[in-house]
């Protein structure tokens, strides 16, 4: 599984971006889907997670409320839309994806990872 992630920028504290993540292979809807950040000089921590089959989904309490995940298996697409961003909200977001049942936080139980999108918040 390759994973590509997209939609990062620079946006000021309040507003909203929808990041994406594009997958490749035909067994998309069999992995749960995972988004993590990491911040300058910080470790890399959960943001939110889904399953394969969108019904479910877990989210990290910084987040929560401000954050949907979702994943389109038709496109092979997770996304992270984002809201009320705050300045403590920048950092590198990563997708990640393994072949699970349930859904997973730990970083290190994900086989797969994108190369990272930069969000900044400007407060």
């Known amino acids: 599984v390759q994973l590509q992630a997209s939609g990062g920028g620079l946006v000021q504290a309040g507003g909203s971006l929808r990041l994406s993540c594009a997958a490749s292979?035909?067994?998309?809807?069999?992995?749960?889907m995972g988004w993590f950040r990491q911040a300058p000089g910080k470790e890399r921590e959960f943001v939110a997670a889904i399953r394969g089959s969108g019904d479910s989904t877990f989210y990290a309490g910084s987040v929560k409320g401000r954050s949907t995940i979702s994943r389109d298996n038709a496109k092979n697409t997770v996304y992270l839309q984002m809201n009320s961003l705050k300045p403590e909200d920048t950092a590198v977001y990563y997708c990640?994806?393994?072949?699970?049942?349930?859904?997973?936080?730990?970083?290190?139980?994900?086989?797969?990872w994108g190369q990272g999108t930069l969000v900044t918040v400007s407060g």
């Open positions: 292979g035909r067994t998309f809807s069999t992995y749960v």
């Open positions: 990640a994806a393994v072949l699970r049942q349930f859904i997973v936080v730990t970083a290190t139980l994900y086989d797969y």
